[in-house]
């Protein structure tokens, strides 16, 4: 379904003109894990369509298959060990994209206040293997203080942003007619203002290392391109149809400012996290039921269009991927 490199298993010998038997059956490969193999894969060139990029991977053929595995995803091999910022990597959709991320050899700083969450998530990478690493930060990005620390944190130990994946957001029942002003304020600060400051930050960072192609991803969602017909959702959509605005907004300032740094939302329906249950904080069988009535998307579905996005190649730019549970019907 998603448009990936197809993953199949590269016999040694196979597949670089050598001489080793491409009939080997693949109950022999446990046994043949000392021999040494070179193997040659070739895909697209993300920077050149039209011609192809090889690689060569040196090693047993059961270290072979491992590393091709994780190489194998067409686009992404030129984003390994540069650095992404995800927010809101302590649960939900940023901790599913922080994990995507590190399995195809980033460096991410995941950023949240629950930090000891994303601390669990890098234990749990680094014990997989994955190649990339996950460095927790603690930020309220509420405030911009915290934000400019975070930034000038990973400036000074790690050089600068080239992937910055906004998406920390949340939604309070505080409706038009009659919801608190705090309310209002807690989503206005993170899903836009929050959303803003790194996304200026990340620009300029990009900017000061002449990295011109790096690529800011806001995840918006389908309550950014359509009002919902629930009270409690309307400020809630307003920030959203923000961050729809913001994203075509940066799209143009930086063709004007004659860069190739791509702008991209990514706009989800109901995706199954505790997002329901933050926003129902006080009616936990509300929010339960709001991921019962349908098979909903999970984190995962939505790292994968992170993963796709950053894939194409850079003179593709996609502005927005909607997607929605097949059921949904809003
Ligand atoms: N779930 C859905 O149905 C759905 C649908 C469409 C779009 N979205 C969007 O998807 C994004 C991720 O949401 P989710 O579903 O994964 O929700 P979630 O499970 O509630 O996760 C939200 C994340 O945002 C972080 N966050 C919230 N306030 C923050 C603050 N002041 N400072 C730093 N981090 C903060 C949270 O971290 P801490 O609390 O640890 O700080 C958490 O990591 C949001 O932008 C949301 O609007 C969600």
Not at 13 to 22: H, K, L, P, R
Not at 78 to 93: E, M, N
């Amino acid at each position: 379904m998603w448009p990936f490199a197809e993953q199949r298993r590269v016999e040694p010998g196979a597949e670089a003109g050598q001489s080793g038997s491409s009939s080997r059956r693949s109950s022999d490969w446990g046994r043949s894990a000392a021999v040494a193999a070179v193997v040659t894969r070739e895909w697209p060139d993300p920077y050149d369509p039209g011609r192809n990029s090889a690689i060569q991977v040196l090693g047993s053929p059961s270290e072979v298959g491992g590393r091709l595995g994780t190489l194998a995803r067409a686009g992404m091999e030129r984003w390994r060990d540069r650095l992404a910022l995800v927010t809101g990597a302590s649960g939900g959709v940023g901790a599913a994209v922080a994990r995507a991320l590190v399995q195809q050899g980033l460096k991410v700083v995941g950023c949240a206040r629950t930090v000891g969450n994303i601390e669990e998530l890098a234990a749990e990478c680094k014990s997989a293997g994955y190649p990339g690493t996950l460095i927790p930060y603690r930020c309220d990005l509420s405030n911009e203080e915290d934000i400019l620390s975070m930034f000038s944190a990973v400036r000074s130990q790690h050089s600068g942003v080239d992937i910055c994946i906004n998406n920390a957001g949340l939604a309070r029942p505080d409706t038009l007619l009659s919801g608190s002003t705090s309310g209002w304020k807690d989503m206005f600060n993170v899903n836009v203002l929050g959303l803003s400051i790194c996304t200026r930050e990340a620009y300029q960072s990009m900017r000061e290392r002449k990295v011109d192609d790096g690529h800011i991803i806001n995840i918006n969602s389908m309550s950014g391109h359509q009002v919902p017909p629930q009270s409690v959702a309307h400020f809630y959509s307003a920030t959203k149809y923000a961050v729809t605005a913001l994203t075509e907004g940066l799209r143009q300032e930086l063709r004007e400012a004659q860069t190739h740094i791509r702008a991209t939302c990514i706009s989800p329906g109901v995706v199954e996290t505790q997002f329901a249950f933050k926003l129902h904080d006080k009616d936990p069988e509300k929010a339960a039921a709001t991921y019962e009535h349908m098979k909903c998307l999970k984190p995962e579905d939505v790292a994968k269009a992170v993963i796709y996005v950053l894939s194409t190649p850079p003179h593709v730019q996609i502005g927005d991927i909607q997607m929605r549970p097949t059921e949904q019907v809003t």
